[in-house]
Structure formats: structure tokens, C-alpha cells
């Protein structure tokens, strides 16, 4: 999307290293949701922040509001890690929420 | 965790007929939303309701498109008449406030409008 912009568009990474995903805002986010969309097409929730950071077990988020953008590390990438990653942010405090164009992740053994 | 439960996963319909797409949403939320995922694309909103009514929807939700949670039951939307072009996943999604929350997303139902 134009308001969210997600990079890269697709990514490869060998089994066992890392990477960072990242996601830009064109105007101020409020709040902000990284999401696991599965080959089955099923939302797995990852994390939801304002402002800040968040980690559990290999992922890791953070949120900066002042340069509107968030980055969703991945430490250790495991073949399950793959995936297409979407972030997707409530802009202008509004009951909406705006999605990013996803980051195809595919991590090769 | 919360979870969102949409029903049917997957809903196969003629053309022109009417589908309704069901949701149940995470218990005490009150603000409710539907999304529409075409195949390879990403999300985009259709429309967020609370208490009864529709508060916002976006262009794509077109006349043909109608929402409602009645008694607080499931959120529903409906289509009717249905058109090739609703093919895609619809997700629905519930918060409790609606502003500064986390959104819940359900699995999504898989619409295929032959």
C-alpha cells in the first residue's frame, strides 16, 4: 500500500541466519501489528506495539513513532519461519488499519 | 489467546446467488471489522462497525455488501447478488476499544464465486 511500505518484497535466507524486515509509515502510526500469513493463508499474530520494542523467543519488534517505522528482526531463521509477513499499522487514529504490501520470506535448509 | 472464528472456512458460490459470510468474535469486543484478501495481494479494509452501525467502509464495499451482528450474535456480511470479482479471503477482526488496541484476526473464509 501507499501508506505502508513494506521492504524487502521478498527475501531468502539460509537456514540458521538472520534478518530484518522493515516497514515505513507516510503518516504518524499509532500503534503497529506484525503478522505470519502461513501457505494456507491463516494470520498468526506476532507482536503489537506502540512505541518500543517487544521480543519473544527468535523475533524481535520495534517501534519508532518519531520516524515512523517499525522492524521486525529474525534471529536463528528456521524452515518454519517462512512465509509472507505483513505489518500493519493504525494510522490518524482512526478504526482502521492499514496493511503493508508483505515480505515473502522463504528460508532455504 | 483470543481468537476469532469465522465460518466457513471455505464457501463456494454461483454467481448472482447471495453468500453470508459469518463471525464470531472475541468475547466483550465491541468494535468489528471485515477485510478482503485477494489471492497474492495484500489486505484491504472493507468496514469496522460498533454498536449497530457502520462507522467507516472503504470503496470496496460496495452496495451489493451489507454487515450486521444482530442480538450479539455472529457479525455477519453479506453479498448479494455475488460477483466473480468477491473471490478472495475475507477476514474478520474484533477489538475491544477500537482505537490504540490489538485488532484480532480470525483464520479468514476463502470465497470462490464460480
Known amino acids: 500500500g501507499d501508506k505502508v511500505k513494506q521492504s524487502p518484497s521478498a527475501l531468502s535466507l539460509q537456514e540458521g541466519t538472520n534478518s530484518a524486515l522493515r516497514c515505513n509509515f507516510s503518516i504518524a502510526a499509532t500503534t503497529v501489528q506484525w503478522f505470519l500469513q502461513n501457505p494456507r493463508g491463516s494470520l498468526i499474530n506476532l507482536f503489537y506495539?506502540?512505541?518500543g520494542t517487544k521480543e519473544n523467543g527468535r523475533l524481535k519488534s520495534a517501534f519508532d513513532s518519531k520516524e515512523s517505522y517499525s522492524t521486525l528482526h529474525i534471529r536463528d531463521a528456521q524452515l518454519e519461519d517462512s512465509g509472507t509477513y505483513f505489518c500493519a499499522a493504525e494510522l490518524n487514529s482512526n478504526n482502521r488499519i492499514f496493511f503493508g504490501d508483505g515480505t515473502q520470506l522463504v528460508v532455504k535448509p | 489467546g483470543p481468537k476469532v472464528l469465522q465460518i466457513p472456512s471455505h464457501q463456494i458460490i454461483d454467481m448472482g446467488q447471495m453468500v453470508t459470510l459469518n463471525c464470531d468474535p472475541v468475547?466483550?469486543?465491541?468494535?468489528f471489522y471485515w477485510y478482503k484478501q485477494i489471492l497474492g495481494q495484500q489486505m484491504e479494509f472493507l468496514v469496522n462497525?460498533?454498536?449497530?452501525?457502520?462507522?467507516?467502509k472503504s470503496k470496496l464495499f460496495k452496495d451489493q455488501f451489507s454487515v450486521e451482528r444482530p442480538d450479539g450474535s455472529y457479525f455477519t456480511l453479506k453479498i448479494q447478488p455475488t460477483a466473480l470479482e468477491d473471490s478472495a479471503v475475507y477476514f474478520c477482526a474484533s477489538s475491544s476499544t477500537g482505537w490504540g488496541t490489538e485488532v484480532f484476526f480470525g483464520k479468514g473464509t476463502r470465497l470462490t464465486v464460480v
Open positions: 506495539l506502540v512505541p
Open positions: 468475547s466483550n469486543h465491541l468494535y
Open positions: 462497525f460498533y454498536n449497530g452501525k457502520v462507522m467507516e
